[in-house]
C-alpha cells in the first residue's frame, strides 16, 4: 500500500451531502476483476452526459481542478454499498485525501487499506476549507498527518483527530494482513477453545 | 458481571486479540461471498502466496450480475464482463474449496437470503460478506456486517477482522402495526426519523413489541436496512419464532449439538439495566405505508403526506432536497398519491422472501396490472421460486400481468440486465434510491412489497390500506 505522511496539493469543492458509493462509481464499474484503472469513471454520471462527453461544470472537468489530490465535501460522505471501487476510483484519479464533517463507517474503513486519509473536520472547518477550494489552482491545501495538521492557502492551521492504529498503518504503508498475520498463535487459541466452547459454528 | 447488550455479549465471544488501544481482531464465524466483491481479494492471495483459513466457513454464491430471465442458462444473456466476473467466482470457489452455489443450482439466489435459508446464519454467530446489506443476518442475533474488499481479502486469510467496537444503540417500536403497515415501513420509518447518518458508529438493536410480532423474515427486512441508517451493524434478539426458523436447516445443528446451541442462544439478550449509547422509541400506531420521494433512503414520508419544500429543510440538506426534486422529476408540495408509476420491482435482499410475496399476492389476487406497466416479481432465492410456486403465488402473479423471474439482486442495483431507463419511475421493494441505482437517470420510490402490488394495479403511489 502506499504511504501517505504529507501531501500539499489542490483540492476540488463538491459541497454535496450524502455523496454515495453508487455516484463515485456507479455499478457499470463494479464488473471488473482488478483494482486499477477506475479514476476515469470516477463520479461518472456526474461526470460524462450520454455520449460520454465531458460535463464542463463538474468540478473534476474545470482545468483548474483536474490535477486534484483533495476533495472537500459535505456530510456523510460515501453512504451507501460497500464496493471498494469507491476509493480505488478516487485513489487512481490522484485523490488521496478526502475532508468532510463525517462519513459512513465502511467507505472510512476502506479508504485506510488504500493509502487514502478520509480527515473529518467540524462543519465551520469544511466550510473555511471548502471556500478555500473554490479558489482553484492557486489554493493550496497542505496536509500532515504526523502531526495531525491541515494548513489552508491562507496559512490557517487546523488539527485532526486520527485513530493511532490507522494513523501508523497509513503512515508506513503497511498490510493489515501481514500485520494480523503475526498474531496468528492468538488466532490458533481462539479458535482451538471457540470449537470447544461452540461446537455447532 | 455487569450488565450487557446483546451485541457487548456476542462481540465478547469472538474478540481473538485486543490490543492496549482496544483495536481487536474479531474472529469470524461465516465468510458469504459474491462475484463483485471478491475477485480482487483472491487475487490478492495468490500474489501472496496465502490461501483460505477456513474454506469449510466461506460460502460462495453468485447474484449481482446474474440475469433473472428464463433463458439464462444461455450465455449471451450476459455481457462479456459479467460473464468473467462469474467465471472468476466459480474458479475461486472450486479452487480454494468454498461452499458454493453456482448459477445452475436451484438453492442459488441473493446471498443475504441463502445464508439464512441453509442455515449458515444462526444466532450469536459472527458474520461478514463484501456487502452492505449483510445487516440482514442481524434478524437472527448474529452480529453481521458489511466489508470491503481488503477486508474480505483479510478474512479469507485470517478468519478475523481488526474491528474498534461500536456504540450500542437501541430502537424500540412499542405496541402493535396498524393493519396494512409491514417491516419494511418500520425500517425506512426508523431511518426517516434518525437520518442516513444517525447510526454512524452504532451497532442498533431493534425490540419492542412490534419487533417481537414480526416473523423472521420481517426482522431481515428491518435490519436489511440498518446500513441505510449508518449503522455498522442491526441486531434483534433471537427467540422462539428464531430457533424455530434454524430448526432443521441444512447447515444448523442436530440432536445434542443442537441442544447445546440452543442453551447458548437461550442467554443472547440485552441484560435490563445495560447501558445504551443512544435510545430511540417510536410508537407502532404511528407507523404509515411509507414511501421515499427524493433520493437519499432518509427522505421518507407516509403515503398521505406531500412531496416537501426544499425551503423546509436545514443546512446541506436545502440543496439537496432541491437537487432531489428536480432529479425526481416532482413538484413540490404535490400528493405523493399522484406520482405516476411506469415499473414496479418486487425483489432484493430487503424484501425478496415468501412473505413478501405473499403480501404482494394478496393485494393482487384477481387484479390486473395498469395497461403499459412493466412489472416483475424476483424472488429472493430458487428454493423462494420454488415454494412460490407450490402455493400458487406465481399464478396470481403471471394472471395480473407479472413477468415472474428467477431469482437475483436484479433491479435493486442494475448490474445485470434489468435496468430503468433515463426517466423511468419505479416503485421498488428494494432499498436504495440514489439518483441513477437502478439504471441511469431512473426513478426509484422505496416501498414495501403490497404497496408496490398496489401501484403496479393502479398506476401511480398508492395507500394500500384502502385496497385492503
Redesign the interface.
Known sequence: MNKFTTLSGIAAPL????I?T??II???F??????SGLGVNLFD?MRYD?DRNEIPDFVLNKPQYREAQILVA???FG??????HA?WAIADFGITCVIAP?????FY??CF??GILPIALP?EQVDILMKDAEKGANARIEIDLEAQTITSSDGEVFTFEV???KKHCLMNGLD??GL??E??A??DS??AS?SQ????? | MSPKTLYDKIWD?????E?D?G?C?L?I?RHLVHE??S??AF?GLRM?G?TVRRPD?TIAVPD??VPTTLDRANAATM?E??R??VA?LDTNAKEFGLHYYPVSDVRQGIVHIVGPEQGWT?P??TVVC???HTATHGAFGSLA???????V??VL????L?Q?KSKNMKVEITGKLPTGVTAKDITMTVIGETG??GG??YVIEYCGEAIRELSMEGRMTVCNMAIEG???AGLIAPDEKTFEYCMGRPHA?KGA??E??LA?WKTLYSDDDAHWDKVITIKAEDIAPAVTWGT?P?DVLPITAKVPMASDFQ???I??AK?SIEYMGLTEGMPLTDITIDTVFIGSCTNGRIEDLRAAAAILKGKKVKEGMRAMIVPGSGLVRAQAEEEGLADIFKEAGFEWRLAGCSMC???NPDQLA?GERCAATSN?N????QG?GGRTHLVSPAMAAAAAITGHLTDVREMM
Open positions: 459541497p454535496l451531502i450524502n454515495d453508487d455516484m456507479p455499478k457499470q463494479l464488473k471488473t476483476i482488478k483494482r454520471e450520454d459535505g456530510d456523510n453512504c451507501g454499498s460497500s464496493r471498494e476509493p463525517s462519513y459512513a463507517d465502511i474503513n476502506n487499506k488504500n462543519q485513530d493511532p492504529f493489515d494482513i494480523t498475520m498474531k496468528a492468538a488466532i481462539f479458535e471457540a466452547a461452540r461446537p455447532w459454528v | 465471544a469472538h474478540v481473538a486479540d490490543a488501544d483495536t481482531l474472529y464465524d463483485v466483491t475477485p480482487q487475487e501472496t496465502r466457513q449481482h450480475n455481457t464482463d459479467s468473467v466476473q472468476a444462526l450469536g454467530m463484501g456487502d452492505s456486517h458489511g466489508i470491503g474488499t481488503s477486508e481479502e483479510h486469510a485470517t478468519q478475523t481488526i474498534k442516513t447518518a454512524t458508529g449508518g449503522a455498522r445443528p449439538q443442537w447445546a446451541a447458548w437519499s432518509e443546512g446541506g440538506k440543496d439537496a437537487r442495483l442494475a448490474m433515463p436504495r440514489f439518483e441513477g441505482r441511469r
